[in-house]
Structure formats: C-alpha cells, structure tokens
C-alpha cells in the first residue's frame, strides 16, 4: 500500500483503537494469561502500528495484526524477563504451547474472547466492587479515575480493589473462559447484576451531587448490547430492554438546574422514541421465550409505563399484576414496596398506605429513604399532613443524594 501521511496514521490508530482495543485486549488476556501483560503488550502493538502504518499501509485485518503484534512483543519481553527470573523462564517456555491450550472452544458456539473477559471479571470469587471495577476497567476500558469520580471515591480505592482483583484471579487461577452449560445459569447472573449495578449507579446515582451519570448508564447499555450479540438469553435481552426503556426517560428526569421531576410530572414528549421501540421489541423477544426472568418482567413493567401517553393512561392493573408476578419469581422488600405503590395507584392511597405500613413494621425496610417517601407521599395525598411530614423528615434523615435531598426539602415547604 502507498506511504500515508503521519496525520492520517494518526487518526487511522485513534478510530482502531476506539473500535478494537478491548477486542485486541481480551483476546491478548486469553492468550497470554494476565491482565498486565495484554495491557503492556496492547499498548506495544499500537505503538509498532504507528511506526508501520505509515510505510507498510493500513493492514486488511487491523485487530489481528494488532494481536499477532501484542502476542510477539509479549513474548519477546518476556524472553528478556526470563534471562533474570527462573519463573517468567518456565513462563517463557510455555508460549510455543499457548496458542494450542488457549485456543478458544466451541462447546457452546461462543468465541468471542470478550464474553470471556465478562465471565471472568464478573467471577463470584470476587467482591462485588472488585467485580464493578474490574469489568469498567478491563472490559469497557474506563480509566481508573473516571470510574473513581462515578462511584465518588478515590482513584486509590478503585486501583486498589482492580490490584486485588487482578491478584485474586492469579491466584485462584480463575480461567479465562465462559462457564459451561451446567455452570452458566449461575455464572450469568453474577454478570447481569453487575452490569445491572453500574446502570442503576448511573441512571439514579446513589449519592453526590448529581441525579444521573449518563456515561456509566451509556457503559452498561454497551455491555447490554455486547453480550446480547454473544449470548442471546432471554434474561440478557430482558436487562437490554429494562435499561433502555429506563434510559428513554433520562431527558425528562430532571430539570436544567439538576431537580427531580417524578415520573407522574414529566413531559413525556422528551421521551427517546427509538430507544422505547428497542426496548418494547426486545422484551417481545425475551417473553417469546417462555424462559424469561425477573430483568424481563421489570422490562415489561417499564413497556407499559412507556405506553401511556398521558400519566392518566397508566394501566396500575397491570402494572400491579405482573409485581405481583415479580414477587413470585424474586420476593423482596423493595419489590413488595413498589408494589404497594402500583396497588395505591389503582385502588387508592389508603390501601397502599396501610401496604407500606405493613412492610415498614416489619423492620427490613426502616433505613430505606424511599419507603418513607412513598409513605409521606400517600399520608400528603390523604390530608394526614402531620403524619407526612413526619415521614419526610424521616427519609431526609437517611437520603443521601443531593436533588433527592432538594424535592424531599421542597415536599416540607410545601406541606407548610
């Protein structure tokens, strides 16, 4: 091919690298066995590509280039390693051998070696924020200090907890590869819920100053597509079709200045259209199954807020039938609280208030800002104004996200 111009290399390298760095890198994982040896050899091949490039042209197949060059600038590192470290020598003399033992299966038709990559991150041997971490890092290439500003902490902790991860699948030796039909119902729903943790921390943020963080909802929503391309499960295209129908609204949410606008208030014309017909027809898709799961049903119950055109149109029956539905598959407090919630829409306040009564006497709920919420909002709409202020203070004492704080703070100015 004809010399390019370094610009044009240049910008070439930036649009491989957006599209096939994360490819390239989990494919160098399964190759060479650990995360900080792909990651320096990744970063090996892109500068030989901008060295190359220019003169030799842009090769037909960028990511195999990029991995054949990765995988040989691996080996000759650690070749050089070797001459000092009787252990990366024994490592050294395994490499030959590492194509063959590594080569990817097709017990199950799947060869992406990024599901891989998932499978492992998102391991059960490891805590549930290492497994965040991790996947943010590892799989969507997020750096260290940007997942540290969305979860407001540290880059420190962060490091800290991708160090152990790192170390703990070492260690372990968690193999590279995606669990077998007998192990994967198990092992899919340690990933689910991880991708599911990093969009609820971006659509509804736990703390901080801000509602949402849009761009860890949009990393999930990547993580949602990807896997839905190399696993197909109902369960997979149900959480796909949950986070979009939840993304559709993000422009509604709120107002410019970061304030919360309820669901009941907001201008539904701001909804994403596309979004709500990806979703509606992926939850199709998923109930067509007839193997759907607990993200299906939520999905579900998401298509029918999304049907309504008007607050007014909403159809609580339904909505209320299928948490009851999703009561059955996954009881849980939080679960029953926002059924209690769909059941006082349709058949009024005061059957949900003695619900949420019920659920709070019970205790599980008593340090969750939300149930007393949902609790001063039904006394409010009852005229029981003591009683909802009561209940406001309450979850004001416990909220710790600031627009939450606001409404909560607005909802007592109003009550006088």
Known sequence: MAELEAGHVRQLLAEVYQSESRRVFATLVRLLGDFDLAEEALHDAFASAAEQWGTSGVPGNPRAWLVSAGRFKAIDAIRRRAKFDASSREIASRLAALETANAP????????????????????ALAPDTQVALTLREVCGLKTEEIAAAYLTTPATIAQRIVRGKAKIRDAK???????????????????SVIYLVF????????????????????????????????????????????????SRRAARSTPQGDIILLEEQDRSLWNQQQIAAGKALVQQALATRQFGVYTIQATISAVHADAAEPSQTDWAQIAALYDLLMRAEPSPVVELNQAVAIAMRDGPLVGLELID??????????????????????????????????????LALVRQEPERRFLLKRLEELG
Do not use: W
């Not at 299966?105 to 059960?124: S, V």
């Not at 590279?176 to 119902?185: H, I, K």
């Not at 909002?377 to 209940?391: H, I, N, V, Y």
């Open 105 to 124: 299966g097709d017990e199950e038709g799947i060869e992406d070696d990024r599901l891989r990559l998932i499978f492992t991150c998102c391991h059960p």
């Open 174 to 192: 968690i193999p590279y590869q995606v669990p077998s039909l007998a192990d994967l119902p198990d092992r899919l729903d340690s990933v689910l």
């Open 200 to 247: 609820n921390e971006g659509y509804s943020a736990s703390s901080g100053e801000s509602l949402t963080r849009a761009d860890l909802s949009q990393e999930a929503i990547r993580l949602g597509h990807l896997l839905s391309e190399l696993l197909p499960d109902a369960e997979v295209l149900g959480l796909l079709a949950l986070m979009l129908l939840h993304e």
């Open 358 to 395: 019920a659920i709070l006497a019970r205790g599980e709920l008593v340090e969750y800002y939300l149930a007393h919420s949902a609790r001063a909002d039904l006394c409010r709409r009852l005229g029981k104004t003591a009683e909802a202020r009561d209940a406001y203070e309450r979850a």
